[in-house]
């Protein structure tokens, strides 16, 4: 299984991810990426039809903004880090 969420302390609202995997990532009022799934607390499994497209989002981020682990992140995007 895997997780993902945005840190929204590095997002620079490229816009890249949404472009890439709209199913998964969305942008709030100020064009910050989050987690459309758990509403960026990266507690819910990416189905897996979408993993392919999280990770063109994930390799297109410039900021590296865009975290996926196989266990949930619990509401922290640096939980893994
Ligand atoms: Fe932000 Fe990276 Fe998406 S900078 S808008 S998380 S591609």
Do not use: H, R, W
Request: aromatic letters at 10%.
């Amino acid at each position: 299984a895997k997780f993902t969420i945005v840190d929204q302390d590095t997002c620079i609202a490229c816009g890249a991810c949404g472009a890439a995997a709209p199913d998964i990532f969305d942008y709030d009022d100020e064009g910050l990426a989050y987690a459309l799934l758990d509403d960026n607390e990266g507690i819910k499994e990416v189905p897996e039809i979408y993993e392919e497209d999280m990770e063109d989002a994930y390799d297109g981020c410039p900021t590296d903004s865009i975290k996926i682990a196989e266990q949930s992140f619990e509401g922290d995007p640096l939980k893994y880090e």
